[in-house]
């Protein structure tokens, strides 16, 4: 009896901690995941409700890494630049109704645009975006790659007769090949 | 008398079955009990508590005001002000991974990456030989360097470091760090242009 009650209360904190878990939204969206990924998610949930007339009200959304970047001298510029835009924009645009969620028949839905078109060019502008700073990312990298070969083809000029420094700056070579046909592919 | 020998029979015969002491019972009990609380615990985070969003988002607000204040002095072209504003940012009380997650480790490497770039294109500005500028480096990787998913600002902090053991003529260390930052490039490009697809 006291080995069960103990078992019991071995496994109470596991059970209620993953609940508490489960319930907090943060949790599981953020375990692992990328803040472009929350706010394309959220971006989602929010088109789903406006298809059902369940209005959303505007919000501001928080400043993360992602939406860092911005006007820097020298260095990486995370992408999920666009989806922080796009995002805004999905926030800061006007409302045409007023009414709060929870409204119900007195809400008035008759100067109500068509959600279907206004969301999908909403949708098809975010698109291209991403698309947007999805290519300067390859484009930075572009450049870092090929900072890099520079650096190793130099040190392998230097050690001329070594083949790990050979095959280092062989490898760099392809890579900076690579990545600028990617630029000039999606530019 | 009989009665009596019955009862010692039956003692004998009931210790017979008894495999263990009861103190020997209580602790194993114990023991398991502790075993799975622990793994109980552990299984929903609370040995390793999960990271913090709020201090994420704290410490990338806090980061953005001072970051765009370098860009100011970077544009105004006072270098000297804007490698002070990052040195001033190394003796933040920097959240540890295991508060705030991946992202506070990237958030130090792009804020050292940054100084430590300012440095090296401007050497003459508040000089600092080399080894200061590499246990600078040392001191953004830190630990956790290893850990953490790869990202841009961290393969910029190990191909600086790649540079700098390169000025000291160390150059197989030199070689080994490029192709590190290689590695974590090569990578972000794959992820890069499986998402970008079919961009314009």
């Known amino acids: 009896m006291t080995l069960g009650l103990l078992v019991t209360l071995g496994l109470l904190p596991g059970c209620a901690g993953k609940s508490m878990a489960r319930e907090s939204p943060l949790a599981n969206t953020y375990e692992g ?7 394309r998610a959220l971006a989602e949930g929010e088109q789903e409700l406006r298809a059902r007339d369940i209005h959303v009200p505007s919000a501001t959304p928080a400043t993360s890494p992602a939406d860092l970047g ?64 999805q290519c300067r990312q390859v484009c930075d990298l572009q450049v870092s790659i090929c900072d890099l070969k ?38 | 008398m009989n009665v009596q020998a019955d009862a010692t029979l039956a003692r004998r015969a009931r210790g017979r079955g008894r495999t263990l002491p009861s103190w020997l019972t209580l602790t194993l009990g114990v023991l398991l009990g502790a075993v799975l609380m622990f793994v109980g615990l552990a299984r929903a985070g609370r040995i390793a508590p999960a990271p913090q969003p709020e201090v994420v988002v704290s410490l990338a607000q806090t980061l953005e005001v001072e970051h765009r204040r370098v860009d100011l002095l970077v544009e105004r072209g006072e270098l000297a002000g804007a490698i002070s504003v990052l040195e001033s940012l190394r003796g933040l009380d920097w959240p ?7 992202e506070v480790v990237i958030l130090r490497h792009d804020v050292y990456g940054r100084l430590l770039r300012l440095r090296l294109d401007n050497p003459e500005i508040d000089a600092k030989p080399g080894d200061a500028l590499l246990a600078t480096v040392e001191e953004a990787l830190g630990g956790d360097a290893e ?3 790869t990202n841009a600002f961290t393969a910029r902090l190990v191909a600086i470091r790649g540079e700098l053991l390169e000025k000291q003529g160390r150059d197989d260390d030199a070689l080994t760090a490029y192709e590190r930052a290689l590695d974590m490039n090569r990578a972000l490009l794959q992820q890069a242009i499986a998402g970008a697809g079919g961009a314009p």
């Open chain 2, 147 to 149: 850990e953490i998913r």
């Open chain 2, 96 to 102: 540890t991974r295991e508060v705030g997650g991946d």
């Open chain 1, 150 to 187: 520079s650096h190793i083809c130099g040190l392998a000029f230097r050690h001329a007769g070594d083949p790990r420094y050979q095959n280092a700056c062989s490898r760099a070579s392809t890579d900076c090949e690579i990545a600028t046909r990617a630029c000039d592919d999606c530019s």
């Open chain 1, 33 to 39: 995941d990328d803040i472009l990924a929350l706010e």
């Open chain 1, 70 to 133: 911005g006007a820097r001298d020298s260095g990486p510029v995370l992408s999920e630049d666009a989806g922080g835009d796009a995002i805004e924009e999905e926030y800061s645009t006007p409302e045409p109704e007023a009414a709060p969620a929870t409204a119900t028949a007195d809400a008035p839905v008759a100067d109500e645009p068509a959600p279907d078109s206004s969301d999908s060019k909403r949708v098809s502008r975010r698109d291209q975006r991403q698309s947007q700073a």
